[in-house]
């Protein structure tokens, strides 16, 4: 893994999609996708994961960050969240000790 790796920690990011927003949410989708793969910077914030829940009830979003305010600086910049068709927003740091990501615990 790379060295920056052990200055980072991996937060998950939880969203609820708020009710009857699918249709908005497709139509910023592009802009959401964007801003999310744009999370590169390894000494700040970078997305590693993101996707829907299957059952359209939200998505899970991981990133590796230098703090959990990197993190809240992405989530409240994010379309989906700046318009409200993201009823909640938990953010929770996350040690994987075992698995592809484990280079990422602490």
């Known amino acids: 893994m790379e ?6 920690s991996l937060f998950s990011v939880e969203y609820v999609y708020a009710p009857e927003t699918d249709e908005a949410r497709a139509q910023h989708r592009g802009a959401h996708r964007e ?11 970078k997305l590693v994961a993101s996707g829907p829940y299957t059952d359209g ?5 991981i990133f ?22 993201v009823a909640n927003a938990k953010v929770t740091e996350w040690d994987p000790v075992t698995g592809e990501l484990s280079g990422y615990a602490s």
């Open 3 to 8: 060295s920056t790796l052990a200055a980072m």
């Open 64 to 85: 590796a960050a230098s703090g959990e305010d990197a993190v809240n600086d992405v989530i409240k910049r994010d379309p989906f969240v700046s318009e409200g068709f």
């Open 35 to 45: 801003l999310l793969g744009a999370q590169t910077d390894p000494e700040t914030v």
């Open 57 to 61: 009830s939200g998505a899970l979003l």
